[in-house]
């Protein structure tokens, strides 16, 4: 069964570049029916999609963070990244990593339990 | 971007009752539409996948309906584990997006 952890500093400053890595366990990183996904909540809000990744390197991003954002792989680690530019008091969030299934259809199972990221100064 | 509406924002109901979460897109998304239970804390949880078909491990209770732009997630009988939040999204084209969440209460 597959299960994803995420990790993160916690607490960053405004106009610093935010890190967190999602760590995929019980499953391959390498299938062709999956993409690997960021999505965040801030706190008492609804849920936005942040991007995606495919095991080919290929990557989906939302439009609203695309200036910002990269989304990288790791399928050596099993690792999927997410690295957010210059960030402000609008990224703080708990962010969840997500498996996207693509085959036709597509939906986000399992979830990461989620890190929350703190913006403050 | 396709914007998602659900209703009601938030629902009072009793145990054993039968409830009705509606979800709206802005242009036609076809059969993909997806719905998850959020319980406070944790993560949310996939529900039912391509509008109708009952994720693996969840109770017969849930059901999804509809296609293009209107859907409905009805709950039978609810039971007290089923008090959470729930949310719509569509997996139609990206920028996936979510329904602003339906708060379910006991009454």
């Known amino acids: 069964q597959v299960q994803l952890q995420e990790s993160g500093p916690g607490l960053i400053k405004p106009s610093e570049t935010l890190s967190l890595t999602c760590s995929v366990s019980?499953?391959?990183?390498?299938?062709?029916?999956?993409?690997w996904n960021w999505i965040r909540q801030a706190p008492g809000q609804g849920l936005e999609w942040i991007g995606n990744i495919y095991y080919s390197g290929r990557t989906q991003y939302n439009p609203s963070l695309k200036s910002r954002l990269t989304i990288s792989l790791d399928t050596s680690k099993k690792q999927v990244s997410l690295r957010l530019t210059s960030v402000t008091a609008a990224d703080t969030a708990i962010y969840y990593c997500a498996r996207e299934h693509t085959t036709g259809y597509n939906w986000f199972d399992p979830w990461g339990q989620g890190t929350l990221v703190s913006v403050s100064s | 971007d396709i914007q998602m509406t659900q209703s009601p924002s938030s629902l009072s109901a009793s145990v054993g009752d039968r409830v009705t979460i509606t979800c709206r897109a802005t242009q036609s998304i076809s059969s993909h539409l997806n719905w998850y239970q959020q319980e406070p804390g944790k993560a949310p949880n996939l529900l039912i996948y391509?509008?109708?078909s009952l994720q693996s491990g969840v109770p017969s209770r849930f059901s999804g309906s509809g296609s293009g732009t209107d859907f409905t997630l009805t709950i039978n009988s609810l039971q007290p584990e089923d008090f959470a939040t729930y949310f719509c999204q569509q997996g139609h084209s990206t920028p996936y997006t979510f329904g602003q969440g339906t708060k379910l209460e006991i009454k």
């Open positions: 391509a509008a109708s």
């Open positions: 019980g499953g391959s990183v390498t299938s062709g029916s999956y993409y």
